[in-house]
């Protein structure tokens, strides 16, 4: 399983002196993109095939504080891809130094075409590198059906 380890810094904190909600997101990109660099995903091949990353949702669940002062661990497994890897689903764990769980995080997202801002699927040598890449035990082929499990727009009221 791939991991990154972060020391809690002074701007990682909120108010209430423990791990703010946005440092977990601020982690877990900096894991995925890690990830995703040692896979041949890094500014320049994306570049050549003019893609980026765009994040769908991240639910985060949080089982206990994190504080400044001791390192903490993110992992990352692969729990889905649809066939033309298009569409992505990480988890995230998130691990004090004595390796207990403290949060879980499920995110999914897509590729896009950074000229037409169009949903796309990854060049063959991209899915050739995720073909390598260990997936979870539960891994599941992702169809855009997956992605809209939660899709539903807000009803507004007519004045």
Request: charged share 25%; net charge negative; with cysteine.
């Amino acid at each position: 399983m791939y991991t990154k380890s972060f020391d809690i810094r002074w701007s990682d904190l909120d108010a209430n002196r423990h791990l703010a909600n946005a440092a977990y997101l601020n982690f877990m990109s900096h894991t995925r993109m890690g990830f995703l660099m040692e896979c041949g995903f890094n500014q320049q091949s994306m570049a050549k095939f003019n893609i980026g990353p765009v994040v769908f949702y991240e639910h985060i669940y949080y089982f206990k504080e994190a504080f400044a002062g001791k390192p903490v661990s993110v992992s990352l497994e692969l729990k889905g891809l649809s066939e033309d890897g298009m569409f992505f689903e990480f988890h995230h764990n998130f691990y004090d130094y004595k390796g207990q769980n403290f949060a879980h995080c499920e995110m999914m997202g897509a590729w896009i075409d950074l000229d037409t801002r169009s949903l796309t699927g990854l060049p063959a040598v991209f899915l050739e590198a995720f073909d390598l890449v260990e997936k979870a035990v539960d891994f599941k082929l992702l169809t855009k059906e997956d992605t809209r499990k939660y899709a539903r727009k807000p009803q507004h009221k007519s004045a």
